[in-house]
């Protein structure tokens, strides 16, 4: 679950497939108490990841996948409001229904509260510093955190050693401002250097290693 205004990044395999569902949150803990009998806080209290059994993950994937085909296909049947409505609760009885199996006795995985919060502290110290430069070292004292620890937090949360997502967060910040730049005015060199990257050679390549195409292409495209 991800907090409103909260961004993520993923590296992914190139068969990985996301999807994903935006809620009103005091709705989505209305349901979890009336169609999965649960206070939403409480089961997931310490938790911030929650797998459920594979076959309930791939139903409620096929779901979603056809739902987005169906408004592809027939944007018009959902420009009623009684139809959204259903579309939604429906949606969200299924994601109900996946977590509640999630939360049970049976090994269910989830990430170590400790080491989250201290992904998000590196993250939020991150941030200012995209622009610039930033050591393991410095980011290290500024935790108070030795390296071993610092990467096994990253490792668990974002399978990234502190360093490659720090890259790959200012590499997603390059993408986002190459797609809104007009090509006439803005040069991949000067959108690349304001976000850190000072060697085109070495930023095209692991732009590309990225995305899959290069940053002149993003922007012209």
């Known amino acids: ?3 409103p205004g909260q961004e993520c990044e993923h590296i992914t395999t190139t068969d990985y497939e996301f999807l ?8 989505f803990r209305e349901c979890a108490a009336v169609l999965g009998e649960f206070d ?3 089961r997931l209290a310490r938790r911030v990841a929650v797998t459920s059994n594979p076959a309930s993950c791939c139903a409620l994937g096929a779901h979603l996948r056809e739902l987005v085909d169906r408004v592809e296909a027939r944007p018009d049947l959902f420009l009623r409001p009684q139809t959204r409505q259903a579309v939604e609760q429906e949606c969200v009885r299924r994601v109900v229904e996946v977590i509640a199996q999630g939360i049970g006795d049976c090994g ?5 509260s400790s080491r989250e919060q201290l992904f998000r502290r590196a993250d939020e110290h991150m941030r200012p510093c995209l622009g610039g430069s930033l050591s393991l070292l410095d980011l290290c004292r500024e935790l108070g955190v030795s390296e071993r620890t610092l990467h096994y937090a990253f490792r668990e949360v974002r399978g990234l050693t502190p360093m490659a997502y720090f890259k790959a967060v200012r590499l997603n910040a390059v993408r986002q401002e190459l797609k809104t730049a ?4 803005a040069t991949v060199r000067e959108i690349a250097q304001r976000w850190g990257f000072w060697h085109p050679g070495e930023f095209a390549a692991a732009y590309r290693r990225l995305f899959g195409e290069l940053p002149s292409q993003t922007l012209n495209g």
């Open 20 to 27: 994903g569902l935006s809620l009103d949150g005091d709705f």
């Open 182 to 185: 007009a090509a006439d005015w």
């Open 1 to 3: 679950m991800i907090d």
């Open 40 to 42: 939403l806080e409480e």
């Open 108 to 112: 269910t995985e989830c990430w170590s």
